[in-house]
């Protein structure tokens, strides 16, 4: 009888024991499968991910920023592998006209000047017809030369530190088509002091522009849209327009004045005398960018010379307005 005791409390401490194993077996595949699923979330999240070259911060200056996507508020195309949205990192500045059918615009980006010029086809079907000239800003991480394709398009863009975009395009991996940036997701949340720098160098690397610009390209031009980037002290057979400057206007800067929102205090706004001299150069400012936008022709048979109008600064374009609940 003690013999079988013997036995018997060594087979329990066997079972025991095994059990043990099986337990801590299982805890460390469960911990495996949570890591798994956390790092497959994770890559999941970075595919969203896009490189952005703003920020406020000066001692931020030689950093790439990462620009996070808000999925509840953007409008996606479909994605573009970066490796294949390079079509010529060595280009010149000739414009190809590799472009299909359904695409009507061309893009070129003159780092030099700071401006952008967008061409349409001529009666040969090449890109040569200038339709309209932007200011801008690009930066450091600019291309500085190259052919992109332009892909995803944002009507909002929540940014790294709080910094919000209006009417993002992609070109290319961490440059993108945009306005000047905002602290909010709220157009009267303007960097206004961003905003007095268009015209000359003040990004990290994407290409920023008014709301109206941005909103042309975000509206007008598809996906597959060629950007071309070069350097030039001649700005384009359209010139270089200039940007109103707002930041003595204390009680409308935190809006971008060309803005085409209903709400934009712009649209009403009357200087007061102190400011009569600044508002007399913003009128300038307003008859110089509309100079700068080719007018049409009537003529569509000579659709070669037939140029897209541009948008008054003033002027609530209802026709083009896109319904997408812009502020929250």
Known sequence: MGHRKKISNKTKKEIVIGLLCVIVLLIVMIISAILYFVQDGMNEKNNNILYYSENQNKEENN?????????????????????????DQNTTNTINNDNSKDIPYYIKVNNQANTVTVYKKDANGKYTVPVKAMVCSIGDATPEKGVYSMSDKYT????????????????TGHILFHSVPYTKKDKSTLEWWEYDKLGTKASLGCIRLTVQDAKWIYDNCVSGTKVEFYSDSNPGPLGKPSAKKISDDESVRNW????????????????????QDASES????????????????LDETNSQNAIDTSTNVFTDNANNMIKDNLIQ
């Open 256 to 275: 971008d004045p060309t803005d085409p929102d209903k709400k934009n205090p712009w649209k009403n706004y009357t200087p007061d005398e102190n400011n």
């Open 63 to 87: 950093m790439i920023v990462v620009e996070l996507e808000d999925k509840n508020e953007t409008n996606e195309v479909n994605e573009t592998n970066e490796s294949n949205n390079v079509i």
């Open 282 to 297: 913003d009128k300038s400012d307003v008859n110089t960018n509309q100079n700068n936008t080719a007018k049409p022709n």
């Open 156 to 171: 909002w863009r929540f940014l790294q530190g709080n910094v919000y975009g209006q009417y993002a395009c992609r070109i």
